[in-house]
């Protein structure tokens, strides 16, 4: 859907109202990114941007019902159209017009385009605004990419660039990265940028380059513990402080990683693949991928002891006033 319409964008065929909604704001950046690029051809165009969790939605349609002076149509981007999923209760801050608006959604200004941002998982689909919406605008869903279609946006954005990725590479990325569209397409440009005139990134280039998250590096740590590689679990270890990591965090990020690991066998042995994992405990498929395939399989009755242990190393920390980061360190050098 979205690659049509981005077609027609840069054809110069608009709508007047557009609806984006979903989790994955690669889609929305690149839309509205495409839409200015398609308007300014014809000279700059008027750009207003207001936020829907700020001000009340009948600025926005004042906005589009007014004139532009200098140019043929302006772009106005409303972003947090809150009001178009379910009410939380106390927490309305805005007080939105929502029968003028939808007054005007069924006949918008001929002089604006009006891209609504939605950035949430679902919308309240018994509110008859959102109905309104849906069937008046041009409605993109973002939602996050999955298994091959992410494997070949990558090889998208990795051409883009004018090189060539080996398959090791993208697997390597994707696992560091996750789904994030965002940051994976930077991670490319920067691993691009490196390697210059050369032609193809390859495992090594992203070994190098990506910035690994705290996360990664507790999955890291907890691995060559429970392998018994005192060495590397240290090393990491130390590397982490340095990073002025604290002991305490990095105790509970631990603890969140055997729930995750206990977690994934529990579903394994519900006869879960993959996939449907990941999709349950909301966590990145390639986590849940390398748990599953990786040979070090520790057995649950290890991994209920090693959380109780770490228990007992969190309330030395909360309850010590000496050199904390020695509990820990002791902790990872005495394995069970």
């Known amino acids: 859907m979205f690659s049509s319409t981005w077609k027609k964008i840069q054809q110069g065929d608009f709508s007047p109202i557009y609806l984006l909604v979903g989790t994955e704001h690669y889609f929305f950046d690149e839309t509205i990114r495409r839409m200015k690029e398609s308007l300014n051809q014809n000279g700059e165009t008027d750009v207003l941007l207001f936020d829907l969790d700020e001000v009340p939605v ?4 004042e906005e589009a019902d007014t004139i532009p002076f200098f140019t043929e149509r302006k772009l106005i981007i409303a972003k947090n159209a809150s009001f178009l999923k379910a ?22 200004s001929e002089t ?21 919406m849906k069937e008046k605008s041009l409605l993109l869903v973002a939602k996050p990419l999955e298994g091959n279609d992410l494997v070949v946006w990558v090889k998208s954005i990795v051409a883009r660039e004018k090189k060539t990725m080996t398959s090791e590479a993208i697997t390597r990325l994707i696992e560091t990265v996750g789904q994030d569209l965002v940051q994976l397409q930077s991670e490319i440009h920067k691993m691009a940028t490196y390697i210059g005139e050369g032609l193809e990134i390859t495992k090594d280039e992203v070994e190098l380059l990506m910035t690994r998250t705290l996360e990664q590096d507790a999955f890291q740590l907890l691995n060559a513990y429970l392998r018994g590689d005192t060495t590397t679990a240290l090393t990491v270890y130390h590397d982490l402080l340095r990073q002025k990591q604290e002991p305490i965090m990095l105790t509970a990020l631990l603890a969140s990683q055997i729930r995750l690991l206990s977690n994934v066998k529990y579903l394994q042995k519900k006869g879960y693949h993959a996939q449907a ?20 399989q520790v057995k649950e009755q290890r991994l209920l002891q090693v959380l109780h242990r770490l228990a007992s190393a969190d309330y030395q920390l909360k309850t010590s006033s000496g050199r904390r980061e020695r509990i820990l360190e002791l902790f990872l050098m005495n394995r069970l």
């Open 277 to 296: 994992i990941a999709k349950q405990l909301k966590v990145n498929p390639y986590r849940v991928k390398l748990i599953v395939e990786s040979r070090q």
């Open 58 to 61: 009948q600025y926005v349609i």
């Open 112 to 132: 604006a385009i009006t891209i609504f941002i939605a950035p949430y998982e679902k919308l309240d689909e018994r509110k008859k605004v959102t109905k309104l």
């Open 87 to 108: 009410t939380e209760k106390g927490k309305e801050k805005i007080d939105h017009d929502l029968k003028k608006f939808e007054s005007w959604v069924q006949n918008p």
